[in-house]
């Protein structure tokens, strides 16, 4: 069974940065993709960013280009978003997901992944 926990979430104000985690179990790491995604309120799951399994390849979300780094340490079966510039926008529960295959291609839609963690909730004030 594979088990993925995240942390790292919490309240910050506009313009502050954060560090997720995401913890993997039950699979072997190292051969998968990861992605994060998040949900607001009333809204639909969103596509964050992804990362390949060796960690070569990455993929971001418009929203997100240029202010999250996603990353992955393999040998500590985790996986990372860093998340500079924040806005309020960005505030949702944030998930992270394990895909059956090793690349990015197709990462952008929930349906691509296997698993999911429990979510860490990210709050951005004005």
């Known amino acids: 069974q594979v088990q993925l926990v995240e942390s790292g979430g919490g309240l910050v104000q506009a313009g502050d940065s954060l560090r997720l985690s995401c913890a993997a179990s039950g699979r072997t790491f190292n051969s998968y993709a990861m992605g994060w995604f998040r949900q607001a309120p009333g809204k639909e799951r969103e596509f964050v960013a992804a990362?390949?399994?060796?960690?070569?390849?990455?993929v971001y979300a418009d929203s997100v280009k240029g202010r999250f780094t996603i990353s992955r340490d393999n040998a500590k079966n985790t996986v990372y978003l860093q998340m500079n510039s924040l806005k309020p926008e960005d505030t949702a529960v944030y998930y992270c997901a394990v895909r059956g295959v090793r690349g990015v291609g197709s990462a952008t839609t929930p349906g691509g992944y296997d698993y999911w963690g429990q979510g860490t909730q990210v709050t951005v004030s004005s």
């Open positions: 990362i390949s399994a060796s960690g070569s390849s990455t």
